[in-house]
């Protein structure tokens, strides 16, 4: 009512301007004249002025495949990969550094976590760290011993094989008298306590083999605890363990990372945006609490919800297309194409099945929550033809008709009635009176109908074709 009342106040300014600028009744009489016998015409004009008050917008034609096309309506909504919880790996009292819906980036710090636990962990990572230092260092000074044992066990066999020979050199000349019994004897003895010695040393280098595979055995133990220690650190700082067992650059000593550590400090895995903080500033987080989720809004699919009936042309991975709502300021053909998939479930008693649509594009209108419409095309029939939204087209009597912007005279629009083909709810094929390139009336079609009845612009005794000529009945 609005507009109908804006244009009918635009119309009789109009006159009334005309009726001031008339200087006398003769103007008035040849303006009449000139009316009179003026070409009908169905040409409505639309200047900036006009199109501004009256929110007139403009649709461009489009090739569409309308015949084939299956429009269910759904929602975006966040893929489950695009969502991400942060959680604390021990108890201790919070401090956050983001706030809720601000935009983070990876390695950003996101909240401190003050642990009794992490300082505990540090305590055994130390004593195991002790005992590790112990560890080789007793593997250390058991080297020189085991190799001094070694000098010493070969030394000894060397003297037991010299004394054997001996003792066989000397019983083959006690034959002849020239090798006493005495001196025999007493090589013999010789020969006999050295292989004793021998037998000792064996002995004791075998127990003394044994305690360094023990401590041998104990070092490696210690290392592997620290290394686990480590990796529980590793998990709890979210820090590579290799950046953990680094000299600190800040301490004199040059001892490791996590020593100088004194508050966990969690950092952004991952780009996103604060989507919730679970805990507040101050308050005492138990092990595993959630602290702050972060969400990719870009990381979007489409859920829809598509008839049974046409389960024969719903196939995954078939062409389908994500069109915008029907709402102002959108741009109805700004759709995308997106992938389509069969959901695992479906409802018997709407007689519906899900669809999943990933969208190949992003635009600013898709956010989670926000309704659209899933365009599949199906595989029944074929054709591209030229179609309009059908929104454009209003009724004007018992035909319809739509406007088309005059591609020589853009503050011109030409009334055309529509021939329409195929319509398919939201698109509408029109056989005549359009070419590829063409802008169509969206907003605004029915107050230029108004105006072009209100004009005369339709007439009888005659027509009018798409190009705005008008040829009386013959």
């Not at 919800?305 to 024969?312: C, E, S």
Request: hydrophobic residues 40%; glycine residues 6%.
């Amino acid at each position: 009512m609005n507009r109908k009342l804006l244009l009918s106040l635009f119309v009789a300014t109009f006159a009334l301007t005309g009726c001031r600028n008339s200087p006398d009744a003769e103007v008035e009489q040849v303006h009449a004249g000139m009316e009179s016998t003026a070409t009908p015409t169905n040409r409505v004009e639309i200047p900036p002025t006009v199109r501004s008050n009256l929110g007139i917008t403009f649709a461009p034609v489009e090739v569409r495949e309308v015949a084939r096309t299956i429009r269910v309506p759904g929602s975006f909504e966040l893929s489950p990969e695009a969502r991400r919880e942060y959680r604390t790996m021990a108890s201790g009292r919070i401090e956050l550094h983001v706030a809720q819906y601000e935009e983070v980036e990876p390695g950003q710090a996101l909240y401190t976590l003050d642990s009794p636990g992490w300082r505990e962990l540090q305590q055994r990572l130390n004593e195991s760290e002790l005992k590790l230092e112990q560890a080789r260092a007793s593997t250390w000074a058991m080297g020189p011993l085991l190799e001094a044992r070694q000098q010493h066990h070969a030394e000894l066999e060397q003297t037991v094989a010299i004394w054997t020979e001996r003792v066989a050199q000397l019983e083959a000349s006690r034959a002849t008298g020239v090798v006493t019994d005495e001196e025999f004897a007493q090589a013999r003895s010789t020969l006999v306590s050295t292989r004793a010695e021998l037998a000792e040393v064996l002995e004791k280098e075998a127990e003394f083999r044994l305690r360094e595979a023990q401590t041998r055995s104990e070092l490696n133990a210690h290392r592997e605890r620290l290394e686990l220690l480590l990796a529980n650190a590793s998990s709890l700082l979210s820090v590579p363990v290799e950046r953990l067992a680094e000299p600190d650059p800040g301490s004199s000593d040059e001892h490791p990372r996590w020593r100088g550590i004194r508050k966990v400090e969690v950092r952004a895995e991952a780009a996103g945006v604060v989507e919730r903080l679970a805990l507040t500033n101050g308050a005492w987080a138990d092990e595993r609490s959630l602290v702050l989720t972060t969400v990719r809004p870009d990381r979007l699919r489409f859920r829809a919800m598509g008839l049974q009936a046409d389960l024969p042309k719903l196939v995954s991975g078939v062409a389908a297309r994500i069109a915008p709502p029907r709402t102002p300021g959108l741009d109805i053909s700004d759709g995308v194409p997106a992938g389509l998939q069969l959901g695992l479930d479906a409802h018997p008693d709407n007689r519906t099945i899900t669809l999943i649509a990933r969208p190949t594009e992003l635009r600013s209108w898709m956010r989670p929550g926000v309704s659209a419409f899933l365009e599949v095309v199906a595989e029944s029939s074929g054709g591209k033809a030229l179609a309009i939204p059908r929104s454009a087209i209003v009724k004007d009597g018992i035909t319809h008709v739509f406007f088309r912007r005059d591609p020589k005279n853009p503050n011109q629009a030409i009334r055309v009635e529509a021939d329409m083909g195929v319509d398919d709810g939201r698109w509408v094929v029109i056989r005549s009176g359009l070419m590829r390139g063409d802008e169509v009336v969206l907003d605004g079609a029915y107050e230029l109908k108004l105006a072009t009845a209100q004009s005369g612009a339709t007439q009888k005794g005659g027509h009018f074709h798409a190009d705005g000529t008008f040829h009386g009945e013959h």
